[in-house]
Protein backbone atom coordinates (compact mmCIF):
# COMPACT_ATOMS: atom_id res chain seq x y z
CA UNK A 1 0.00 0.00 0.00
CA UNK A 2 1.47 3.34 -1.14
CA UNK A 3 0.34 6.75 -1.77
CA UNK A 4 2.17 8.72 -4.21
CA UNK A 5 2.04 13.11 -3.54
CA UNK A 6 3.11 15.27 -6.53
CA UNK A 7 2.83 18.56 -8.08
CA UNK A 8 4.59 20.68 -5.40
CA UNK A 9 6.66 23.46 -6.49
CA UNK A 10 7.46 27.61 -6.20
CA UNK A 11 5.17 29.79 -7.54
CA UNK A 12 4.33 33.20 -6.87
CA UNK A 13 1.10 34.71 -4.72
CA UNK A 14 -1.72 34.12 -6.66
CA UNK A 15 -0.78 31.38 -8.81
CA UNK A 16 -2.24 27.93 -8.61
CA UNK A 17 -0.73 24.32 -8.46
CA UNK A 18 -2.64 21.11 -8.52
CA UNK A 19 -1.44 18.37 -6.30
CA UNK A 20 -2.07 14.42 -6.96
CA UNK A 21 -1.98 11.83 -4.41
CA UNK A 22 -2.22 8.57 -6.90
CA UNK A 23 -2.61 5.33 -4.78
CA UNK A 24 -0.49 1.87 -5.37
CA UNK A 25 -2.02 -0.88 -3.38
CA UNK A 26 -5.25 0.77 -2.89
CA UNK A 27 -8.67 1.71 -4.44
CA UNK A 28 -8.72 5.11 -3.06
CA UNK A 29 -12.11 5.98 -4.33
CA UNK A 30 -12.99 3.50 -0.73
CA UNK A 31 -10.86 5.56 2.05
CA UNK A 32 -11.14 8.51 3.23
CA UNK A 33 -8.36 10.73 1.26
CA UNK A 34 -7.63 14.15 3.54
CA UNK A 35 -4.48 16.42 3.02
CA UNK A 36 -2.47 18.11 5.62
CA UNK A 37 -0.05 20.30 5.42
CA UNK A 38 3.35 21.03 7.63
CA UNK A 39 5.13 24.23 7.60
CA UNK A 40 9.00 24.78 9.19
CA UNK A 41 8.52 24.88 12.90
CA UNK A 42 4.61 24.12 12.93
CA UNK A 43 2.33 20.96 13.28
CA UNK A 44 1.02 18.76 10.67
CA UNK A 45 -2.42 21.06 9.74
CA UNK A 46 -5.68 19.60 7.94
CA UNK A 47 -6.42 21.44 4.87
CA UNK A 48 -9.00 18.98 2.96
CA UNK A 49 -10.85 16.02 2.72
CA UNK A 50 -12.94 13.82 0.63
CA UNK A 51 -15.11 10.84 1.44
CA UNK A 52 -15.30 8.05 0.76
CA UNK A 53 -18.12 7.40 -1.91
CA UNK A 54 -20.45 9.89 -0.07
CA UNK A 55 -19.33 12.76 -1.90
CA UNK A 56 -18.38 14.77 1.36
CA UNK A 57 -16.20 17.73 1.17
CA UNK A 58 -14.91 19.71 3.26
CA UNK A 59 -12.20 21.85 3.67
CA UNK A 60 -10.02 24.29 6.59
CA UNK A 61 -11.44 27.83 7.19
CA UNK A 62 -7.76 29.09 5.83
CA UNK A 63 -8.30 27.67 2.68
CA UNK A 64 -12.26 27.56 1.87
CA UNK A 65 -13.03 29.08 -1.26
CA UNK A 66 -9.18 28.80 -2.36
CA UNK A 67 -8.86 25.27 -2.51
CA UNK A 68 -11.12 22.10 -3.98
CA UNK A 69 -10.57 18.28 -3.54
CA UNK A 70 -11.39 16.36 -6.43
CA UNK A 71 -10.64 12.67 -7.66
CA UNK A 72 -10.32 10.62 -11.13
CA UNK A 73 -11.75 7.54 -10.38
CA UNK A 74 -10.34 5.91 -13.07
CA UNK A 75 -6.66 7.50 -12.85
CA UNK A 76 -7.05 6.30 -8.87
CA UNK A 77 -6.11 9.57 -7.99
CA UNK A 78 -7.14 12.64 -5.59
CA UNK A 79 -6.08 16.38 -6.28
CA UNK A 80 -5.65 19.27 -4.72
CA UNK A 81 -6.54 22.04 -6.95
CA UNK A 82 -4.66 25.35 -5.26
CA UNK A 83 -5.75 28.89 -6.60
CA UNK A 84 -5.28 31.67 -5.07
CA UNK A 85 -1.88 31.00 -3.13
CA UNK A 86 -0.72 32.58 -0.61
CA UNK A 87 3.11 32.86 1.36
CA UNK A 88 0.96 31.68 4.00
CA UNK A 89 0.33 28.37 2.14
CA UNK A 90 4.22 27.51 2.15
CA UNK A 91 4.38 24.25 3.17
CA UNK A 92 5.34 20.45 2.98
CA UNK A 93 1.60 18.85 1.42
CA UNK A 94 0.73 15.12 2.56
CA UNK A 95 -2.02 13.12 1.28
CA UNK A 96 -2.84 10.04 3.56
CA UNK A 97 -5.82 7.96 3.32
CA UNK A 98 -8.27 5.80 6.04
CA UNK A 99 -10.64 2.82 5.70
CA UNK A 100 -12.24 4.01 9.20
CA UNK A 101 -12.37 7.32 9.74
CA UNK A 102 -15.15 9.25 11.34
CA UNK A 103 -16.49 12.63 10.42
CA UNK A 104 -15.38 14.07 14.13
CA UNK A 105 -12.24 12.99 13.33
CA UNK A 106 -10.89 13.65 9.69
CA UNK A 107 -9.09 16.61 10.98
CA UNK A 108 -6.56 14.38 12.89
CA UNK A 109 -3.19 13.20 11.19
CA UNK A 110 -4.16 10.44 14.10
CA UNK A 111 -7.07 9.09 12.00
CA UNK A 112 -5.22 7.97 8.46
CA UNK A 113 -3.34 4.80 8.27
CA UNK A 114 -1.58 5.42 5.11
CA UNK A 115 0.52 8.42 4.02
CA UNK A 116 2.52 9.73 1.00
CA UNK A 117 5.98 11.57 0.99
CA UNK A 118 4.65 14.50 1.17
CA UNK A 119 5.38 17.41 -1.71
CA UNK A 120 7.07 21.04 -1.14
CA UNK A 121 4.77 23.96 -2.30
CA UNK A 122 6.54 27.68 -1.54
CA UNK A 123 4.80 30.33 -2.25
CA UNK A 124 6.65 33.84 -2.85
CA UNK A 125 5.32 37.21 -2.30
Known amino acids: VQLQASGGGLVQGGESLRLSCSGSGLTLEGFGMGWFRQAPGKEREWVSYRGSRDGTRAYADSVMGRFTISEDVDENTVYLQMNGLKPADTAVYYC???????????????????WGQGTLVTVSS
Open 96 to 114: AASATVIASAVMSPAAYGS
